[in-house]
């Protein structure tokens, strides 16, 4: 039986039956989030305007440097794009967004995956466990050899500090910081890049497929639809004809498919003013 809240006005139908459902047959639920759930605290996306990065006189797209062969090209310049990025993950909070996945994973527990692009460890800093939080792009706080000598994935080290400035690249103390100490190549970010392939050990691929096959109910949360993991995912649920409810501020491929789909919806704005109240009414309705 579903109870009329004071929050539940304006949340579609579909959604209102597709929350009450999951709870009522303690299905399970995969939360997949991308760089919009960030967005409330102050980490700007990709696409925005502080996405781009001057190297000399060129002006590039993060699609151009969130690569190994930028990084080949250029280690210094690509290090310090990632540094001046941490410093936004570093002073960022979590958000009431992050807080209500947290909750989420507190009341569901085993039956509760989130799937996330995020690098910027948020969700953990929320209270979602690293059990089950599969950062399928990596962490910025962490590095591993670039060479892949076998030293392991690591914290990024100390004396790079937490502010680094814009267009600044590392040099001297800092730069002999980057290099692996166990065979002298540079280090690189513990980050999935855009011309390399997901996998099990580092970035959770086969477990983030066995959860879309698990999952009663699909949140997808602040993603363009632009990366290969989170299509699949979004694929393979509407293929298995689960509710698919997509939060964004504007329209995207996920948002067409979840208002096509016969249990999804659209909710569209603002992560941290949807989510809250989503999981206000699944703890309502239990
Ligand atoms: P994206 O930048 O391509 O898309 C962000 C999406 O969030 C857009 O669709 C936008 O409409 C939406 N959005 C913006 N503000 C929102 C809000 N307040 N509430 C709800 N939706 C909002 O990001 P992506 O899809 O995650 O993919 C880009 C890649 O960038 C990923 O690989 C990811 O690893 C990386 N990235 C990570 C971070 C981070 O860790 N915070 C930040 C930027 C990029
Ligand atoms: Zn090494």
């Known amino acids: 039986m579903v109870v009329a809240l004071v929050t539940d006005a304006d949340i579609p139908s579909n959604a209102l039956h597709a929350l009450s459902q999951v709870i009522a047959s303690r299905g399970r639920v995969l939360a997949l989030t991308g760089a919009g759930i960030s967005a409330e605290s102050g980490i700007p996306t990709f696409r925005g305007p502080e996405g781009y990065w001057r190297v000399g ?14 990084f080949q090209r250029m280690p210094a310049e690509i290090w310090g794009w990632y540094l001046h990025r941490r410093s936004f993950c570093r002073k960022a909070n979590p958000n009431p967004a992050h807080l209500a996945l ?32 599969y950062q399928i792009h990596g962490n910025i706080d962490y590095v591993r050899c670039a060479a892949e000598c076998g030293t392991g994935i690591r914290a990024l080290p100390e004396g790079l500090g937490t502010d680094w400035p814009k ?15 166990g ?5 690189r970010p513990h980050v999935l890049w855009f011309d390399e392939y997901y996998d099990e050990e580092r970035y959770r691929f086969e477990s983030s497929i066995a959860a879309i096959e698990a999952a009663d109910l699909l949140l997808v949360i602040g993603t363009s639809g632009a990366t290969n993991l989170p299509m699949q995912i979004v694929q393979r649920a509407s293929q298995r004809g689960i509710s698919i409810l ?11 498919i979840a208002a ?26 239990d």
């Not at 006189?57 to 930028?70: C, D, G, I, M």
């Not at 096509?260 to 703890?283: C, D, K, N």
Request: aromatic share 8%; glycine share 8%.
């Open 246 to 256: 997509v939060i964004n501020q504007d329209p995207s491929p996920f948002s067409a």
């Open 102 to 133: 947290a909750e989420l994973e507190r009341k569901l527990g085993d039956r509760f995956v989130l799937v996330t692009q995020n690098v910027d460890g948020l969700h953990l800093r929320a209270g979602n466990s690293l059990e089950r939080t």
């Open 57 to 70: 006189s060129v002006n590039y797209r993060p699609e151009e440097l969130a690569t190994f062969a930028a």
């Open 260 to 285: 096509a789909s016969e249990h999804g919806a659209f909710l569209q704005g603002a992560a941290g003013t949807w989510l809250p109240r989503l999981v206000e009414y699944m703890t309502v309705v």
């Open 167 to 181: 267009d600044t690249i590392p040099s001297g103390d800092h730069l002999e910081l980057l290099h692996c100490d």
């Open 183 to 187: 065979c002298g190549a540079f280090l």
